[in-house]
């Protein structure tokens, strides 16, 4: 396992990842830091967690909307979508854990 040092929101974290994943990581944190920090920059929503959500909404519709008839993911069952969606959540749960503990 890998750990990177990254900031979202200005927030530094320490992710873990698998050893040759830390690019895919870095650019999943840097996706998500542009629509966190557009979201909060738009100001009309308040508080990091409802950005979060605000966020995380967004991003999967974009990924939902790749299931089209043309998508990249259009054979990927709703199912295996959960499934990958869930692995995504508690790798987050795990990043996150340590920062709750500062609220």
Do not use: W
């Amino acid at each position: 396992m890998s750990q990177l040092d990254v900031s979202i929101m200005g927030q530094a974290y320490k992710l873990a990842c698998k050893e040759g994943q830390e690019q895919a990581l870095k650019e999943a944190v840097s996706y998500l830091d542009e629509k966190m920090c557009a979201i909060r920059d738009a100001g009309k929503i308040k508080g990091n967690d409802r950005i979060a959500v605000m966020a995380a909404l967004g991003m999967a519709a974009e990924l939902l909307a790749t299931k089209g008839e043309d998508g990249p993911l259009a054979g990927v069952s709703v199912a295996q979508m959960r499934q990958v969606l869930a692995g995504l959540h508690d790798k987050l749960d795990q990043a996150l854990a340590p920062q709750e503990n500062l609220f």
